[in-house]
Each structure stands twice: as C-alpha cells, then as structure tokens.
C-alpha cells in the first residue's frame, strides 16, 4: 500500500491564507450532534475545537442540559435541542454533520442515528465518532450511506469493536479491506501513538503527538478539528490528515512544559498555530 508521512508541508498545503474578502459562508457550515445528560462536555469540546479551526458556521445538537454550558463556554456556536422537530431542517442546511461526542447509548440516540442517516445528502460529509461508532457496529443500516463523504475516527478498541479485528493484528492491509466492507471510499482515522489515515489504497502516517495527550476529551477535540478542516477545505484524505498534525503539533508545544496536554488548553492554542 502507499505510505506517506504527514508532514508539516503537508499541512501547509492545505491550510491556506484567508482572502481579504470573506464572510463566514465561505468557511463552511458544520452540525456536531452529541452530548447525553452524561457526557455534556464531549459535545461541547468538539464544538469550541470546530469553531476555533475556524469553521464558518457551526449548529450544535444537543441535550437541552448542555445549553448554559454550551453558550457560557462557546457563545458563537448556535444551540439546538436534539429533540426539537427541526433538526432534519438543520442537518440539510450544513455542509459537514459531527455525529457522536456524548452522543451514549440510549434508545433515543439510535434514534439520532437514523435520523442522520435518512436526511443526509450526497452534498455532505459525515464524521462519526465516540459512541455512533458503537452504533455502526452493531447496526450497519444506520450508516448514512448517501453522504458525499464518510469519516470514521475510531481508537483501536472501537475500530476492534467495527473490524473484529484485535490492536496486533491491525496491520495497513487489514484495516483498509475492513473499512472496505463498510464504504470503499470512506476515510478511516485509527487513533493510536502513531495515528494513521486510510482511505482507497492510501495511507498517511502521524509520527508526532505525545503521551501526554492520552488524556479525556482529546479525540472529541479531534473529531471538532476536523469537521472544521473539511468545512473550510473539502473532504480529502489530505485534508483530514492536516487537521491531525495540527491536534498533535499543538500537544506537543505544550507538552514541552506540562506533563498533561488538557484538550481545552488546546483548544485555545488552534487557531495560533494555524495563522503561524
């Protein structure tokens, strides 16, 4: 199979200078759906990680709980409940759907699920991540399958859970003929100390991140980095790779200094490392 390192070139390829003339439409709009009265601060980490990489738009569907802390902790992300019946209107007005950070385990989750998978279009990407992983693996119908683009982002328990394919025997040629058996054109990011991204035939290897990161909440951030980057810069496998080496290039500075990288102190150093 081709292997490529992600690179700082890489990253510089696909982040691009803003133009003069721009307005928040051009960056794309993204729709994160999670958060049970459980896991609140999942959802709500991926939203501030969207925004701060700098996407256009981002709608957050959430339980009605999450709301003061959704607003207090990122007032330019606009709240519905997941509950109200104009979510199916929302998922057809954005460009990228993040489903899944906190999104649990409940009768009325798989209802989300399906809902997803029903309204999605062939204009829209969908990263399914944390719990809508578990869905998918135990029901493949709730995959949106009518997306333009799909992008898993599991770590290698949940990627055993949808490959049965245990952590040692994971190997490249393995996991691309298991992502196959799910979309051939899907993009498949496998989080490990070495994460790597999978998509036809292509893969891109991280060679850089840090212990540090093994931290709660680090792969809902990531899941909100890159709804942001395929907003602002299109669904590739290029582009999804990009918006790892930024999550990892910015645990790694502040790792120089703390022996824990929290996502929410990344968070805030995203958009610092884009503009440099």
């Known amino acids: 199979m081709e292997k490529e390192i992600i690179s700082n070139e890489l990253f510089k390829s696909v982040v691009k200078v803003r133009p003069s003339k721009s307005q928040k439409g051009d960056y794309g709009k993204v729709l994160l759906i999670g958060g049970s009265e459980q896991f609140g601060g999942a959802i709500i980490m991926a939203t501030e990680a969207c ?33 109200d019946r104009n979510l199916a209107k929302m998922i057809a007005q954005v460009d990228v759907i993040v489903c899944g950070p906190g999104l649990g385990q409940s009768a009325f989750a798989q209802d989300i699920m399906q809902l997803v998978s029903q309204e999605v279009t062939d204009k829209q990407t969908v990263v399914y991540d944390a719990s809508a992983l578990n869905w998918i693996s135990n029901k493949r119908l709730l995959l949106a399958r009518n997306a333009r683009q799909v992008i898993f982002t599991p770590h290698q328990v949940e990627w055993q859970r949808m490959s049965s394919l245990y952590p040692d025997f994971q190997t490249d040629t393995a996991n691309q003929d298991a992502l196959n058996n799910y979309d051939p054109g899907a993009i498949l990011v496998l989080k490990s100390e070495n994460t790597r991204v999978y998509q036809a035939g292509k893969v891109y290897q991280n060679q850089i991140g840090n212990p540090g990161m093994a931290t709660g909440g680090m792969g809902d951030t990531l899941a909100g980095v890159i709804g942001a980057f395929v907003a602002q810069f299109g669904p590739s496998v290029e582009t999804v790779s990009a918006a790892i080496y930024l999550h990892s290039l910015v645990g790694d500075a502040i790792y120089q200094d703390k022996y824990v990288v929290r996502p929410t102190e990344l968070i805030s150093r995203l958009a610092e490392f884009m503009k440099h």
Do not use: Q, Y
Not at 75 to 83: G, H, L, S, V, Y
């Open 51 to 83: 925004v701060s990489a700098g996407a256009g738009l981002v709608m957050t569907a959430t339980h009605s709980v999450n709301l003061s802390s959704l607003h207090a902790r990122v007032p330019e992300a606009m709240f519905c409940d997941w509950r």
